[in-house]
């Protein structure tokens, strides 16, 4: 009985550290082309004046030629969870968190509010990444329309 409990225990902890190592792998190979930075999305955002909190998803973002992958931190998925093409972002506005949000995000987070196909998002990110993603679509190929607030 003893030695079916300890090794039923010791299965277990091989299983966390087996799903730990793949964690950690899956990271390390979404950063491995580089342009990555923190970013969390609330997909779907409700109109201004929502600071509740709520529908924030902690990720990671990687540019990747005209397109912006976002991959869920807190996942084993190999593949982006949602993808931003870069023709199809339009700026709405710029607001430090509010209420609730200043839990939900990092600490040193600035959101973003943005339409792309028509659905409000928001992107929150540090000072330095929203220069870069900011940068980023403005430096989008001649004849594509850019709305940059």
Not at 7 to 17: D, E, F, K, R, S
Not at 73 to 80: G, N, T
Not at 125 to 135: Q, R
Request: hydrophobic share 45%; with cysteine.
């Amino acid at each position: 009985m003893i030695l079916t409990l300890l090794v039923c225990g010791l299965a277990v902890i091989a299983l966390v550290l087996v799903g730990l190592f793949v964690f950690g792998l899956r990271r390390r190979l979404i950063q491995r082309s580089g342009g990555t930075f923190d970013c969390s999305l609330r997909w779907d955002a409700p109109e201004k004046g929502d600071t509740s909190g709520k529908g924030w998803g902690y990720g990671v973002a990687r540019y990747n030629g005209d397109r912006i992958e976002w991959f869920r931190v807190f996942s084993y998925a190999p593949r982006p969870r949602r993808v931003l093409e870069r023709s199809a972002i339009e700026v709405v506005d710029r607001r430090a968190p509010d209420g609730e949000e200043e839990l939900a995000l990092l600490s040193d987070a600035i959101v973003l509010g943005c339409l792309h196909r028509g659905v409000r998002l928001e992107l929150a990110m540090s000072e330095d990444a929203l220069t870069g993603f900011l940068a980023w679509l403005e430096a989008a190929p001649p004849g594509q329309r850019v709305n940059v607030a």
